[in-house]
């Protein structure tokens, strides 16, 4: 289970996890740019090594693209969700706070938040699918700015509707460090996370269904 690549996976998502822990307390309205950033950075450096997937949802959606089996699939979740609890941790000593992924105030329903969470999952997954498993963009060198803008994007968009998570990782990570605080949100988070992530594949392949070659981001 213990490998390069989920010490890199378990490396990134503490990164991330952690910049998302204090930029939305120091910085609220700039946040959107500190994560977005600093995930690109994390993609480029990760890539060649584990394929730079910092989030669960990912990872099922490269599974399901069938680059991935389900062992190697689940060891690089653990490492995942390990390191968003360690990044939130770090983030929540140097802030003096720790901050949780909730619903926006204003949102009336529950599943509006959701279903945003599930939408933008879905956006990233098959964005990632594409820029980094389709043959056709193989080596390509915009992969990291592709996702790191996605996020950001949605960061934006709908971060005051369902807390802007897209990540299982995230949300867990953000909830268990900050003492298991509005856990049950983050769970159902996370599930629609992982539905956006396997709708994507689902998509992904019948918009590219060709079963050649698998490439990733390394």
Not at 144 to 173: E, H, Q
């Amino acid at each position: 289970m213990i490998s390069p690549k989920t010490i890199i996976e378990l490396i990134g998502t503490a990164i991330l996890v952690f910049t998302i822990q204090i930029s939305g307390q120091t910085s609220p309205s700039l946040a959107p740019l500190a994560i977005g950033g600093v995930l690109i950075s994390i993609v480029f450096a990760g890539g060649p090594i584990s394929g730079a997937h910092y989030n669960p949802a990912i990872s099922l959606a490269v599974a399901l693209r069938g680059k991935m089996d389900a062992k190697e699939m689940l060891s690089y979740m653990i490492f995942q969700v390990v390191g968003g609890v360690v990044g939130g941790f770090c983030g929540g000593v140097i802030a003096s706070s720790y901050s949780v992924v909730t619903m926006g105030e204003n949102v009336a329903l529950i599943s509006q938040a959701l279903f945003a969470e599930a939408i933008f999952a879905f956006i990233l997954c098959f964005v990632v699918l594409s820029v980094a498993t389709n043959p056709k963009v193989e080596d390509n060198h915009y992969y990291g700015l592709a996702i790191g803008l996605v996020v950001l994007s949605g960061a934006v968009s709908v971060g005051s509707i369902s807390g802007g998570a897209f990540n299982p990782a995230v949300a867990l990570g953000l909830s268990i460090s900050g003492g298991f605080d509005n856990l049950s949100y983050g769970m159902m988070v996370s599930v629609a996370n992982l539905i956006g992530g396997a709708m994507a594949a689902g998509c992904f392949k019948v918009a590219i269904p060709t079963t050649d070659e698998y490439t990733t981001l390394g």
